[in-house]
């Protein structure tokens, strides 16, 4: 698969992460006390602009909650930094602006794309909410270079996501974070569904991207030769805790 070229020396950080911990509470019944599980534990990181960390670990070892806690999309404490702005003290306002620049893929292309949208309205769909004032034309224009730009035919742009092969879905998935024009993308194993040949295309279709559009990657994976060929640095993962 190769490697990806190292960002410069002198890209400015991104992300900068601080004691990030997430714990959940269970309700363990009307006469026993509540039980709790450290998922992360006081994790610390630094990511550079252009940058791609690699975050693997056995199932269970807080990975995947890690990458949705630096997004702000479970409960944690600790700091997050994104280009300055602290997102743990930042208001639901100011974070909605902030979410078209940090973009989120899916393990599973069976399951996270919406089987009675058309790939266009999939990818389009965050266009409504961060510019609502560009017109129809405008998004599908907008859909068809985001397809274009993930090897996909535009012409398939009105099909529903039941008519794709999973490699397929993945770069469907793929383009629906790039139309926003993110910033920093979290990879959460989308690679791990799909057979060697098509884990191959879409390790190159990511390396292309970030060196054409300068994007951040958080890749999370257990598979340690496709980490090996998009990661600048790995962190490993081990009970909640970097190891």
Same mark, same amino acid.
């Given at each position: 698969m190769g490697r990806k070229d190292p960002p410069p020396a002198s890209s400015p950080a991104l992300l900068k992460?601080?004691?990030?911990?997430?714990?959940?509470?269970?309700d363990c019944g009307l006469f026993a006390p509540a039980s709790r599980f450290v998922a992360v534990n006081r994790v610390n990181l630094l990511l550079k602009e252009g940058q791609t960390l690699g !975050? *693997?670990?056995?199932?269970?070892? %807080?990975?995947?909650?890690?990458?949705?806690a630096l997004l702000r999309l479970v409960p944690s404490s600790g700091r997050v930094v994104f280009e300055g702005a602290d997102l743990?003290?930042?208001k639901p306002k100011s974070l909605r602006r902030?979410?078209?620049?940090?973009? !989120? *893929?899916?393990?599973?292309?069976? %399951?996270?794309l919406i089987p009675r949208l058309t790939v266009a309205e999939i990818i389009t769909e965050g266009l409504l909410v961060h510019e609502p004032a560009l017109s129809s034309r405008a998004r599908e224009a907008r859909a068809c270079q985001?397809?274009?730009?993930?090897a996909l035919d535009p012409m398939m742009r009105?099909?529903?996501p039941h008519e794709f092969s999973g490699g397929q879905r993945q770069r469907i998935a793929i383009?629906?974070?790039?139309?926003l024009k993110s910033r920093l993308v979290v990879l959460d194993e989308p690679t791990s569904a799909l057979d060697r040949t098509v884990q191959r295309q879409i390790v190159d279709l990511l390396r292309d991207l970030q060196a054409k559009h300068g994007l951040t990657y958080i890749f999370i994976s257990h598979d340690l030769s496709v980490v090996h060929a998009l990661a600048d640095e790995v962190m490993v993962m081990q009970h909640g805790c970097v190891v």
């Open positions: 992460a601080d004691a990030v911990s997430v714990a959940f509470e269970f !975050l *693997v670990g056995e199932s269970g070892s %807080g990975k995947s909650t890690l990458g949705r743990s003290r930042i902030l979410r078209r620049e940090m973009q !989120l *893929v899916f393990q599973n292309p069976f %399951g996270s985001a397809l274009e730009e993930v009105n099909r529903f383009a629906r974070a790039m139309v």
